[in-house]
């Protein structure tokens, strides 16, 4: 079992930035794929970021390409999603997630892909 408890997230306003955090706990929880998801209101929840086990392979969404960067420290066993340039359209509750070993090519945004989540974190934007 693998334990995810966001934070970092707040109300800031367009142009601004945040660091997103995600803290693991829990059976070799450094050995995991993350994930980055986020959901508006009133829409499904989409990708926005992966990062492999050991942070040499990431995928991001086009929408949040050039802006978000998600690393990790496995020493801390924390994921970051650092998020600048925000936008109205990024506000969102932001959800971590995370699966043991790697995510298949081209199945980093499916939320299939992933075994455990956390609770989410809400990002508000003002414009």
């Known amino acids: 079992q693998v334990q995810l408890v966001e934070s970092g997230g707040g109300l800031v306003q367009a142009g601004g930035s945040l660091r997103l955090s995600c803290s693991a706990s829990?059976?070799?929880?450094?050995?995991?794929?993350m994930g980055w998801f986020r959901q508006a209101p009133g829409k499904e929840r989409e990708f926005v970021a992966y990062?492999?086990?050991?942070?040499?392979?990431?995928v991001y969404a086009d929408s949040v390409k050039g802006r978000f960067t998600i690393s990790r420290d496995n020493a801390k066993t924390i994921v970051y999603l650092q998020s600048d340039s925000l936008n109205p359209e990024d506000t969102a509750v932001y959800y971590c997630?995370?699966?043991?070993?790697?995510?298949?090519?081209?199945?980093?945004?499916?939320?299939?892909?992933?075994?455990?989540w956390g609770q989410g974190t809400q990002v508000t934007v003002s414009s």
């Open positions: 829990g059976r070799t929880s450094s050995s995991c794929s």
């Open positions: 997630a995370a699966r043991f070993g790697a995510v298949g090519a081209g199945t980093y945004g499916f939320e299939s892909s992933y075994q455990y």
């Open positions: 990062i492999s086990p050991f942070g040499g392979n990431t």
